[in-house]
């Protein structure tokens, strides 16, 4: 067996004995791979660039390599293999081949078997990508990837000193990760194989790549920014080794990354011809850009992106782009005639159809056109029926989570108020169980965010903060978020809050496009004075000094939290009143706190704020404790405050 490791950086020094393929791309950088064949001398290298390839997904280009060298070695059949593999396009998708592919693909897996791999390892590779195809055209995908998965690791097992088979374990079985398991069981047990290869390749393609797709979660997105910041710098010849990086950069709210790596991407893209990889690109660069307010470079290449054609059919990366840019560009700018006016392009996937439909309900309902809206929302639901009846769950449920989002909408315009919110609550409880697909940078909109925008609409502050803030958790550092928030704190009474967004907005995104938003933010801050709409200065600080209490509790600073209480204050217990701050903080620490936290976090709603004689106030709310893993637990408070020498403090606390 001959083992060959190459840094697949083809420069013109290379022998005059290399195939023309290689020759003709001097300065390609595909990473550092090996891969140990039985394969002749000669086509050694070309065999090494083309596994390389196979490892960033390049998929013509790298059926196009295995073939070479077989044409230039007809006894290489494990690159029979390596055409089979790559003919399953993007494992993680959750779709497969066309039936074109697919049929590709098992004409190489006969051929590989008839010429006879050298050694059994190769053999056994053979075997395991053909456990993939096995009776293809009758079973799901999702049948499909576990017995690929089941292949692979029994692979990995039986050469636990074959590098390569352990990473193909490890992106084999990440492809298996349920969008609705929350707990992340496979992707962080790839991670795992991954990470002690990345120590040991820190150069190789497919590492950083799997590394990405694994990391490509809310709660665990941070553990992948290593691997994001390497991959385009290893692989810089492969179009998706440039996208790659910014699922992490998306997932974190990174844009000058996300922006930066996408433009590379969609530019190699477009040279290699790849327009469903230039599409794909360009959307996470939309999205990007919209969250910074660069308006104007995402306008254009809206434009530019809906005059691309030649793209296939058989992969929807490409569809799926062309129908969201335009629903972003309209929606995240509030421009809901544009939206309204969209047109759809029917396709042969329901679901990127769903898309424009989704835009354009939710444009009518909130121009007042609940008619318009309630005709697309029938679409809609026309359209989750279709892929129902594909059994095409997973895309079912992300149309129905647009289709409630757009009824709860037509609702509130037809003056539904309760049913409105019920739709909407329902839409954000089930995408909270899902994870977004990884065709996209994020759905149109975050249904928790359009929550908040639901309650700011009937007046209900405190509750839309809590809702921004829960959707900042998922969809971090964008736009909106940050500007519903600001507005839902400075209409709670929260001025600490709302600056510290309206400042976080102003510094993301001050350099983009004049939005009114951002006009707003900016009047804010720069403000001497701050009056809130119906409130006195008294009773807008007394709100603020409230929600500042528990934002303090929530960071882990009990003594922040309790600095709203003034010394002689009495706190109201079962066992009678209770005088002093002292006791009450060491009740509440073991109580409510372990390791210096909270065991759950502190919300305040439906306050009231009245000014009684001789400088004193009362305030009556609810308190509520949410998350942790722990039973809600909520009440209601009243405060008795007076206006002293250091500002409002809190004399009396009753709270059951």
């Not at 990473?31 to 390839?53: D, I, K, L, Y």
């Not at 097992?157 to 398991?181: G, K, S």
């Not at 700018?333 to 898309?355: I, N, S, Y």
């Not at 998350?627 to 009243?638: H, I, N, P, R, V």
Request: proline letters at 5%; aromatic letters at 10%.
């Amino acid at each position: 067996m001959k083992s060959s490791m190459f840094l697949v950086y083809l420069f013109v020094s290379l022998t005059a004995s290399m195939p023309v393929s290689a020759r003709e791309s001097p300065h390609e950088h595909l990473g550092t791979v090996e891969f140990a064949n039985s394969c002749a001398a000669s086509v050694q290298e070309p065999f090494q660039r083309a596994v390389a390839m196979l490892h960033s997904f390049r998929y013509l280009e790298t059926e196009k390599a295995f073939r070479e060298v077989l044409a230039e070695d007809p006894s290489c059949a494990v690159a029979d293999w390596g055409i089979a593999a790559i003919l399953m396009s993007n494992p993680l998708a959750g779709v497969g081949p066309s039936p074109d592919w697919a049929g590709r693909a098992q004409a190489a897996i006969d051929q590989g078997r008839t010429i006879g791999a050298k050694t059994q390892r190769e053999r056994d590779y053979i075997g395991a990508v053909a456990a993939y195809y096995e009776d293809w055209a009758n079973r799901p995908e999702r049948t499909r990837q576990l017995n690929r998965a089941k292949a692979f690791e029994a692979l990995a097992a039986r050469y636990p000193d074959d590098d390569e088979a352990q990473i193909f374990h490890a992106l084999y079985l990440a492809a298996t990760q349920a969008l609705a398991d929350q707990s992340y069981k496979n992707y962080l047990a790839a991670a795992a194989i991954l990470e002690k290869q990345f120590e040991k390749h820190p150069n190789h393609p497919g590492v950083a790549h799997y590394l990405i797709h694994s990391y490509d979660a809310p709660a665990i997105a941070a553990m992948g920014l290593v691997a994001a910041r390497r991959y385009a710098a290893i692989a810089p010849s492969a179009p998706h080794a440039q996208h790659m990086p910014s699922h992490i950069f998306t997932r974190v709210g990174s844009w000058k990354e996300s922006i930066a790596t996408n433009e590379r991407a969609a530019d190699a893209a477009k040279q290699d011809g790849d327009f469903d990889e230039q599409l794909h690109a360009t959307d996470y660069l939309v999205y990007a850009l919209l969250q910074l307010g660069r308006d104007d470079v995402a306008h254009r290449l809206m434009e530019e992106s809906a005059t691309i054609t030649g793209f296939t059919t058989l992969r929807f990366a490409g569809p799926y782009a062309q129908a969201a840019i335009p629903a972003r560009y309209a929606i995240e700018r509030g421009d809901w005639k544009q939206a309204m006016t969209l047109e759809p392009h029917p396709g042969q996937f329901p679901f990127t159809v769903a898309l424009t439909y989704f835009a354009r309900a939710l444009g009518a309902a909130r121009s007042g056109d609940a008619a318009a809206a309630g005709k697309d929302v029938e679409e809609l639901s026309r359209l989750r029926d279709t892929l129902k009846a594909a059994k095409n769950e997973y895309w079912a449920n992300e149309v129905e989570i647009s289709r409630l989002e757009a009824a709860a909408w037509t609702a509130l315009a037809q003056g539904e108020r309760e049913e409105a919110l019920l739709l909407m609550r329902s839409a954000a409880e089930i995408e909270d169980k899902s994870e977004k697909h990884i065709v996209t940078p994020g759905r149109i909109v975050p249904a928790r965010e359009l929550l908040g925008e639901m309650l700011l609409e009937l007046k209900l502050p405190a509750d839309a903060l809590r809702e921004f803030e829960a959707s900042q958790l998922r969809e971090p550092e964008r736009f909106h978020g940050y500007y519903g928030a600001a507005q839902a704190a400075a209409q709670s009474g929260d001025l600490a809050k709302t600056r510290r967004y309206f400042e976080r907005l102003v510094e993301m995104a001050g350099q983009g496009s004049a939005r009114p938003e951002l006009a707003a933010a900016r009047a804010f801050l720069t403000a001497d004075s701050v009056a809130l709409p119906g409130w006195t200065g008294d009773e807008a600080e007394i709100r603020a000094a409230t929600a500042a209490s528990a934002d303090a509790w929530n960071r882990g600073d009990i003594k922040g939290h309790l600095a709203i209480y003034d010394e002689s204050v009495t706190f109201m217990t079962s066992n009678g009143p209770r005088p002093g701050v002292a006791p009450i903080e060491a009740a509440f620490l073991e109580k409510y706190f372990v390791a210096g936290m909270p065991k759950q976090n502190l919300g305040f709603s439906d306050i009231s704020v009245r000014r009684l004689d001789g400088g004193a106030a009362l305030e009556t709310g609810r308190f509520l404790l949410t998350g942790g893993g722990l039973a809600d637990q909520s009440g209601w408070f009243t405060l008795v405050w007076l206006r002293t020498p250091a500002g409002w403090r809190a004399v009396h606390d009753h709270s059951s």
